[in-house]
């Protein structure tokens, strides 16, 4: 079919049922078929399969999928084989099939059926099918999870980088990027990598409004506290993230010798127990499934109710994505993160003996979960800003779900420090990291200060009046106000922007929260 002829709604009713395009599918779609390189940021649950399936079904020639999972890529082709009377519409190229299997794909696509072929990114380095890829005809090259290009992203895969030299020699074919990770930096770099500045960019909002953030202190009492919320949660699904398969397999068992119905999940788990507890808890048969990350990918259990993290996750795009799993269905949806820095300096640990590089990526995604778990600010709006989207604390949708709107904190005027502030950071050149600024504001020396003879400077020492929380609550709270930004190149330099500068000129009221405080909390055996 050409473009123009084809009647999107009647074709989307067709193949999956649906009435209505959901957000910006339609859109999407159109960009697709009209041929253009198109790039989709969608948070997960947002519907991003379909913008390319539909398409696929609909242009002439083969779309290839690349995707980073092959048991996600089986779930793909299974569903799309059960809208299709044509068993051929959809298949899975990779190492694992038979030469026979493989004879099967290549002739479905020639006979023009396969609209959609999934394949690992591994695979499409192999010489055969890229020979064979340029014989017949594409329709676009569609890259799920394309995130992974990018260093920045969770979950970064080195043979992602070499697509867009692939794709290159499979002809002049359209390509669509899609990702659920929004940060900024992410963003450049896909759109970098596949060398397409030009793509359509669609951008789905990442708040959920029926999400209730809330991040408390992990004490000695944390497994107490986890019984208890699960007990006046009865009855309802939820999940518990841990770090360590050890501590999956201690609350799984803690919480069973309590009287909740749990089961463990994790990758040391043969997969015959993970699939049976994976179902146990899609049919009801359990309340709750203790799980570290190997939990969650594809699940799509619409009336979860609480995700707990009993340790912090290592970056504010795995709590997000790990959070979305609750309240998919738009129903209630607890997000409850309990944090102790403790846990921070543990994945600091295990880091070291990385390249470097990699490690400045990982403290720098360490210090933004930091941030997130201290800040008395509206943690809807730390989290968005994080993804580069600007939220409405007052009015926003979802605006009074999270620990700190519900139980604000004092405000205190802080003009006159954040002027000294900016001021600092022109004075020394727009050229260091957060805790360097906050050692010159309280005259502390370490050596980067000596070398750069910050010392010296008529502003050191200025702001030892506050303390060294103070300064760092403050820096959170004016780069989300956005008078400062931190440079990504650099792994977090602290940069002004020209409303910083204007601040400096003309200064204006700033209502400050303090940070929460968790320290103390963590060695004291608080009842809570
Ligand atoms: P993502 O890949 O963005 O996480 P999915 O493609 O898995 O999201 O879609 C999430 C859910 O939304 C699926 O259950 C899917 O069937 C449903 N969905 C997608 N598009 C529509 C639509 N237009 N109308 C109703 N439901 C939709």
């Not at 650099?490 to 968790?518: C, W």
Request: hydrophobic share 40%; aromatic share 8%.
């Amino acid at each position: 079919m050409k473009p123009n002829e084809i009647d999107l709604h009647k074709e989307l009713k067709k193949y999956f049922g649906f009435s209505q395009f959901k957000g910006l599918q339609e859109q999407v779609v159109n960009s697709i078929i009209s041929g253009n390189n198109t790039f989709v940021i969608m948070p997960t649950g947002g519907g991003k399969s379909l913008c390319y399936q539909l398409p696929a079904l609909v242009l002439n020639g083969t779309a290839i999928v690349v995707s980073p999972l092959i048991a996600l890529m089986k779930n793909q082709v299974d569903a799309i084989r059960s809208i299709s009377s044509e068993n051929g519409i959809a298949h899975v190229l990779n190492s694992s099939l038979t030469k026979t299997e493989v004879n099967q794909v290549k002739s479905d696509i020639k006979a023009g059926i396969t609209k959609l072929l999934y394949v690992a990114p591994e695979s499409l380095t192999k010489e055969e099918y890229i020979q064979f890829l340029q014989e017949v005809e594409l329709s676009f090259v569609a890259i799920d999870e394309a995130h992974c290009i990018s260093e920045w992203g969770h979950d970064f895969r080195p043979e992602y980088r070499n697509l867009k030299n692939i794709i290159k020699q499979l002809g002049d074919i359209p390509i669509i990027g899609l990702t659920a990770t929004a940060t900024p930096k992410v963003q450049e770099d896909i759109l970098k990598n596949l060398d397409m500045p030009d793509a359509n960019t669609f951008k789905a909002s990442f708040n959920r409004p029926n999400l209730f953030y809330e991040v408390r202190p992990k004490t000695k009492n944390i497994e107490g506290d986890i019984i208890r919320f699960i007990k006046q949660n009865k009855g309802k699904s939820g999940v518990i993230y841990c770090l360590s398969r050890k501590k999956v397999e201690e609350i799984a068992q803690l919480l069973q010798v309590n009287g909740i119905s749990a089961v463990p999940y994790h990758a040391g788990l043969d997969a015959k127990t993970r699939a049976k507890h994976q179902d146990m808890f899609l049919m009801e048969d359990v309340e709750v499934v203790v799980a570290t990350i190997a939990f969650g990918m594809g699940i799509d259990k619409p009336d979860v109710r609480f995700v707990i993290h009993h340790d912090i996750p290592k970056s504010l795009e795995s709590y997000y994505q790990e959070t979305g799993r609750a309240g998919r269905d738009g129903g209630e949806g607890h997000c409850l993160a309990y944090y102790s820095y403790k846990d921070i300096e543990k994945l600091e640990k295990f880091m070291t003996g990385k390249p470097v590089a990699e490690q400045e990526i990982g403290y720098a995604l360490l210090q933004e979960v930091v941030a997130y778990a201290e800040t008395s600010m509206s943690r809807r709006k730390y989290l968005l800003h994080y993804f580069g989207e600007s939220f409405d604390e007052i009015n926003g949708e979802g605006a009074d779900m999270d620990d700190n709107m519900r139980n604000p904190k004092n405000k205190v005027e802080a003009q006159d420090e954040v002027k000294l502030l900016l001021e600092v950071i022109r004075d020394t050149k727009e050229q260091f990291k957060a805790k360097e600024i906050v050692f010159a504001l309280m005259g502390k020396i370490n050596a980067v200060i000596k070398a750069h003879k910050i010392d010296a400077q008529p502003l050191f020492g200025k702001g030892a009046t506050q303390d060294e929380r103070f300064w760092m609550a403050l820096i959170r709270q004016v780069l989300v106000a956005g008078l400062i930004r931190k440079d990504i190149e650099t792994y977090g330099v602290i940069k002004l922007r020209s409303r910083g500068l204007a601040f400096i000129q003309s200064p204006d009221s700033f209502m400050m929260t303090e940070d929460h405080e968790y320290s103390e909390a963590e060695d004291d055996n608080i009842v809570a």
